[in-house]
């Protein structure tokens, strides 16, 4: 633990001499402020409104609708907050927030393309009089938690694959003939079981797609995984036999790479723009099409780093002790390979940011309605004349991309340790 | 070496297979039902004639793109799932019986009451009206019923709930005992309606928890990459028929491909004529304002997205308010060429079209190049054969340009294979900025209309273009350092 904390002061110490990189850093932490405050900074319902006498909140209010009593004709009244035109209401106090308009919600006083002014628009309004600025702060929590959530499913993927290959390499994992071919015969029922049969349900993934789709999913998953090892442990019981006692070794190193280059060779941003006409445009949707694709990179320094660490005297020493494999993966291999594939991680949510941006600007992969960063400039497109709505949303994403970028430069650098001398 | 690539050759096939897969996965699971879309333009419902036409024609058009076939080699399906179901030409109706047989597992009820439900359509279809006496007026009734019993039948098929089957059951019943020449056959509702208590009275669920596997040798997958008497396969360029203009998809494509290729190559020229020597100098002179500066500035060109550069630069150079110096779409003058333009006149008029997508293909590849030529240039200068040249009193320039250059060109070099790919998918976004007629625009028309085919056709051929970037790179890297061996290769992959 000591010495984790010595590695990363010291990666702290580079880091910080390294001025584009610590001012980048600085940046995405406001851009990660004003995602994770989107609903405050920019909504078209007040933060506090005093009406009649009482009190409400409606932006921070989780339930859609607010029991209010009215005193003129005397009733409780149940109001649906986004159904109530607030701007009309003549109340004793109110706190609107810094921006009062929602992103994509329609301003007939300021339609077709407004420019910025001081006043209202600050940036200026779409076809619609849809405001530009409060578009582009909602648009910062897309893209920021589809870089993140990407990266998350990516990195998952890339580390289980990565250590795999790298920790076992081409010779290390033995296995006796009985498990190897049971596991082989077990893919087929463990696809029965686990997707076949539930083939329903999953099918809800392309229709609604959702957290609790991405449940079944998970589900599906764990029911084919165990049937696997079921199928392992049973071939195990074949060692009875000399024939199926036999070790035998699997190329995972091998088998991983194979994969990678496969998935390396498919055109990536053709891929996701295919998969992304065939199921239905949602957030969660793009989510797992970008991560699923762009694990590779991570995978491939996990890998390295556990190719190169596997001699080293630690790994020995632990196997010398006999501690189980996933033990020294997780305690030891892995902590050491953790450092370069964060690079890779910032890396990734920079292109996948790009991705993201690049497909709403085709109008794929997001629904329709909602605005990102993209969309704006897409809508920028139609109408050279409304230059806000162009050079605004992508100084966002060129912002954002190049934070990201020098992040990842400045912690490869600071990692470096090698190159330090 | 020539073992090299002969391995390096044959690696190339199992990853085109998986693209092929991909691909056919994709183009299987696409929405709707492509005999439909190749119906709807000669679709019109309501007379008996018209529907045997259109029963034709589903037939037709399901045999010629082979959807009357196994999708893939092997099926793996539960016991209560009978493994001809393919053999339904309708994919919704087919839909419906698989859910069907999900729901209570006893398929050979649920076949049978099936196909009482065609016995007894066809049995409607085949009577004439036999009304004795006014038999105009009965005969009317009877018509217009039998068409509006034809629409609840139709219901019948995509339908598992049992209470809206009792009620058009209970329906047909009426309509049967309506007409005297029809309650004669009303056995044939009887049939449909004891079958159907049948599913409901033996429910054999189990039966879809125990899988099984069955073996096609002729199957879609098989027919889509070899072909079979009507199409050619994959293989040998046939990618199918466009659901959109009903053409085969390689005719379309054939024409666009050129333009694609033709800014992809231009435009990785002109990055490695301008990286080269900007690594190359950003190198010699390391940690000077000048490898600042451009370090700096190349960076922040490859994080600049290319779709706002390109909107960028439409807006200042080819806006009528602005600068109206480039033409804002196409590749050539919107009345053509003229008639009698040669090769050279034809490039002069296309000029101004070409110059701002040129540039947008190239800056990105080309911050990405310099900065491996940085990087690359940086190692060699730090070996000692260059120290040697310079102690040997070689002059500067003849150390950078004659003996480092040549080492350090290799990362660059294999580079390519990188640069390739992203430049084919950023084409999709530029092609469409600028209307390019290109594969990249193909495939964002396409995804509007819905043409799989052709999406899937254009996901391949840039699949295999790059698969082909890749060979390259790899056979260049092997030719120009000789001390790479096969398995040094693939652990850098």
Redo the contacts between chains.
Sequence with gaps: MKEKSFFSGMVWKHFRKNKPALISLYVLLSFLFVALLAPILANDKPLYISYQGQVFFPAFSFSKTILFDNKETGKKETLVISQVDWKKLKPDHELWPLIPFYPGKSDPLHADYSPPSPVNHFLGTAKNGADVLSGLIHGTRISLSIGILSMLIASIIGIVLGCFAGYFGDHHLLVTRGSYWMMILGIFPAYFYGFYVRSSELSEILREPGIGTLFQFKLSFIIFTGIIILFYYAGKGLNRFPFFAEKKTVHADSIVSRIIEVFVSIPRLILIISIAAIAKPSFFNLVLIIGFTSWTEIARFIRAELLRTRNAGYIESSHAMGFSDLRIILKHALPNAIAPATVAIVFGIASAILVESGLSFLGIGVPQDVVTWGSLLFAGKENFEAWWLVVFPGLAIFLTVTSFNLLGDGLRDAMDVKGRG | MRKYMLRRLL?FI??FM??TL?SFI?LV???GDPVERMMTASQSSGDNTQSVVQQEQRAYWTHRLGLDLPVFYFS???LAEPDTLYRIPNKAERNTLS?FI?EYGNEKEILRFYAAESALEKKVDGLACLAADDTVTVCDHFNSDRVAMRMEWSKLKSTTNPESIRLIIQNTKTFFLKYDFLGKEISVVENLENNFEDILRHPQTWK??I?C?SFHANNQYHRWLFGDGQSNGLLRGDFGISYLTKQPVEEMIRGKIGWSLFFTLVSVFFAYLLSIPLGIKAAAKKDSRFDRISS?IL??L???????VA??L??TFS?T??FHIFPASGIKPVTGYPVDAGLIDKIKLSLPYLILPTICYTYSSLAFLSRTMRVSMLEILSQDFIRTARAKGLPEHSVLWKHALRNSLLPVITVFANVF?YM???S??LE??FTIPGMGSQ??N??DA?D?PM??A??TL??ML??LG?LVSDVLYAWADPRISFSEN??A?
């Design positions: 690696l199992p990853t998986v693209i991909i994709l699971n696409a929405p793996i399906h539960s859910q999900r879809n928890y899988p596997i700096m960076f922040m490859y994080s600049l997205p290319v779709f706002w909107t960028l439409l807006m806006n308010d602005a790919p084919i998918g950023g999709v976004i469409s900025i495939i964002y396409s995804i819905q799989f999406i899937v254009v996901f840039t699949g790059t698969m890749y693939t652990s992959a």
